[in-house]
């Protein structure tokens, strides 16, 4: 919605040009990836440090579920890309052809490329299933098999 408000925004002052577009969402867009890509790597450095301390509690109720979250995170950035990929798209189309004709003021642009309900209803189960995962994570006999692989791994 940012992108959008700062292209209209452009858009109506009449000085918006093709390469300031592609600046726009391309900055925008660099923002969404690099946090999409940052926490992953924050959720790793965060497990290796738990299991470094030894702290099981930290480690299950903090660490991996926030790795988890990060990486969801990371996969809806990339869905998020496609969605500033086509917005470009629209914003150029229109750009041109406004520009040839002198006004940028009279167009109008409309988006339609919204989820559908079954694509919400997918990532409304897609979370559903994660909390529940995370929940299972907390049983008393995922620790004890946590412990079980600990004490193989250290012979």
Same mark, same amino acid.
């Given at each position: ?5 700062? %292209? ?6 009449? *000085? ?7 600046? !726009? ?15 992953? %790597? ?86 559903? *299933? ?5 929940? +299972? ?6 620790? +004890?098999?946590?412990?079980? !692989? ?6």
């Amino acid at each position: 919605m940012w992108v959008k408000s700062t %292209l209209d925004k452009r858009f109506n002052e009449n *000085n918006l040009t093709r390469n300031e577009i592609s600046k !726009i969402i391309d900055k925008w867009s660099g923002i969404v990836d690099g946090i999409g890509t940052a926490l992953p %790597l924050i959720g790793a450095a965060i497990i290796l440090f738990t299991v470094g301390l030894g702290n099981e509690v930290l480690f299950l109720h903090f660490a991996i579920p926030f790795e988890i979250k990060s990486l969801f995170i990371l996969a809806i950035a990339k869905l998020i890309e496609s969605a500033f990929d086509d917005m470009e798209i629209q914003y150029l189309k229109y750009a041109k052809d406004n520009i040839n004709e002198g006004s940028l003021n009279s167009s109008k642009i409309e988006f339609v490329n919204l989820p559908s309900g079954a694509d919400i209803k997918e990532i409304n189960d897609l979370l559903k *299933n994660w909390n529940e995962t995370v929940d +299972k994570m907390k049983d008393p006999e995922f620790s +004890k098999n946590l412990e079980t !692989i600990k004490k193989i791994v250290n012979k």
